[in-house]
């Protein structure tokens, strides 16, 4: 599967910004999806996932309450739904499928190429 990440840009702190991510081929419903993003400097890390379904959902403490993932298997692409950004949360954001599993603990095997998200205070 390839995966193409979009929507990110400049927001102000407090503000919102919806990522997307398209995917190609017809077994997208088949993967557990996941979100990542790095910061300069740091290394990356998980923000959130949702299973096949759509049916669960896992969050970083860091964005729980905030973050909101979703997906839509007609569309063949997944969502993240950022509120409440904060300078923090300035990074590229990646999204992920896995064949196998799901959640943070899950071996994801094909990544998008990331779009930027910066927070201005």
């Known amino acids: 599967v390839q995966l193409q990440a979009f929507g990110g840009g400049l927001v102000q702190a407090g503000g919102s910004l919806r990522l997307s991510c398209a995917a190609s081929?017809?077994?997208?419903?088949?993967?557990?999806m996941g979100w990542f993003r790095q910061a300069p400097g740091k290394e990356r890390e998980f923000v959130a996932a949702?299973?096949?379904?759509?049916?669960?959902?896992y969050y970083a403490d860091s964005v729980k309450g905030r973050f909101t993932i979703s997906r839509d298997n007609a569309k063949n692409t997944v969502f993240l739904q950022m509120n409440s950004l904060n300078a923090e949360d300035t990074a590229v954001y990646y999204c992920?499928?896995?064949?196998?599993?799901?959640?943070?603990?899950?071996?994801?095997?094909?990544w998008g190429q990331g779009t930027e998200v910066t927070v201005s205070s």
């Open positions: 992920a499928a896995t064949p196998r599993g799901w959640g943070p603990w899950s071996e994801y095997h094909y």
């Open positions: 081929g017809r077994t997208f419903s088949s993967y557990a």
């Open positions: 949702i299973n096949w379904s759509g049916g669960m959902t």
